[in-house]
């Protein structure tokens, strides 16, 4: 069954701006990655008087706009990546007619694609060879690039897998990467810091470091505990995620949905992907006064100061490089980030993203 839910068109819109669009992305719910992304985007439309209609598969928003429109596919056959394959081949039809559509998920047709990673990228960074459902996704992926009147790519590295694995020409590639919501990410974090630590037993005197990772074996975690063992520093690992990672000492959080408290408990936060097209845990993380160490192959690295930002090579011996001079570094009491901002390098501001995403409609 398809659901639809709610419609509001008497709104006040803002000059320069079309008076709604279309947004496709099979997941609309609270969560990481390209779920904040698609919160962030969409409340920001709204704010800026764009109304919107959004096709998913899956809505679970308390909070949504009351002015979006929601129309709900949900799943048909159970197998997720055949829902997936069967959503982005039939969203286009529910878009509403007259309205541009912004394509996050992989949908030919939109006037405008919105790329957090590339597939290909993925499979070439992971070295897999592709199966069938990997084969069609590229195939949409293709059409989607092919087929589009811009192209946001939320990292120069996305922007580079586009122009060379999908044959795009660059003019119609625009680096824009993804917001931050700084109403939520802040130093003000920082208050309750002691007492998070507390409440998750991480004494003063523990490293504590935080992983989040809903997906333990892309984003490093075998890297990361080889590189703690019989690492003599007192490092507490804390992965923030939906599964447990099963290994000694590791103090597994669960999902969690107070990122900033947890940000700013952290002495750093790590990432050791094998692919991370951008990483929206840094500018995040950053502004909540906490340092990162991420791996090179991490697409945030490109746009976060060396202060802020301790990158390594993606080995053993490159992270414990990063470790020890994180340790230094909060022994001589100049790890945290008192003035954030400085150390990020590229406009977050969710209103200024959304206004350009919008732009590009009239490019």
Not at 250 to 272: E, H, K, S, T, W
Request: proline fraction near 6%; charged fraction near 20%.
């Amino acid at each position: 069954m398809i659901h639809f839910w709610p419609s509001h068109d008497d709104r006040t819109i803002h000059m320069g701006l079309p008076q709604g669009c279309n947004l496709i992305f099979h997941s609309v719910r609270p969560g990481g990655g390209m779920e904040r992304y698609v919160l962030d985007l969409i409340g920001a439309l709204s704010k800026l008087g764009t109304a919107v209609r959004v096709i998913a598969q899956r809505v679970e928003w308390a909070a949504a706009p009351s002015s979006v429109e929601f129309v709900v596919l949900p799943p048909r056959t159970g197998l997720a990546r055949l829902d997936t394959l069967l959503f982005e081949r039939t969203a286009l039809r529910y878009a509403r007619s007259g309205w541009p559509t912004l394509a996050i998920s992989r949908v030919a047709g939109a006037e405008i694609a919105i790329a957090g990673g590339t597939h290909l990228g993925h499979l070439h960074e992971r070295k897999k060879r592709p199966g069938w459902f990997d084969r069609r996704t590229v195939a949409h992926e293709h059409a989607l690039y092919a087929q589009a009147r811009a192209i946001v790519a939320h990292s120069g590295k996305v922007a580079n897998e586009i122009a060379t694995l999908y044959d795009v020409p660059p003019t119609r590639i625009h680096t824009l990467r993804p917001p931050v919501d700084t109403a939520a990410f802040s130093l003000a974090a920082r208050k309750n810091r002691a007492a998070t630590r507390v409440a998750l037993s991480v004494a003063d005197d523990e490293f504590l470091l935080l992983f989040p990772s809903n997906n333990h074996a892309l984003k490093g975690a075998d890297l990361i505990l080889a590189a703690l063992a019989d690492f003599p520093s007192g490092i507490r690992l804390a992965v923030a995620g939906k599964a447990p990672l099963n290994a000694p000492g590791v103090l597994n959080l669960g999902f969690r949905q107070d990122m900033p408290a947890l940000y700013a408990a952290a002495d750093a936060v790590i990432l050791a992907s094998r692919y991370e097209a951008f990483g929206m845990v840094g500018p995040e993380a950053v502004l909540c006064g906490t340092p990162v160490l991420f791996a090179d192959t991490v697409g945030a690295v490109e746009v976060l100061s060396d202060t802020a930002c301790l990158r390594f090579a993606r080995t053993v011996e490159g992270l414990r490089r990063a470790l020890d001079a994180a340790l230094q570094r909060r022994a001589a009491g100049t790890l945290s980030l008192p003035d954030p901002a400085v150390h990020i390098h590229y406009p977050y501001s969710v209103d200024q993203h959304a206004s350009s995403v919008l732009a590009l409609l009239d490019a």
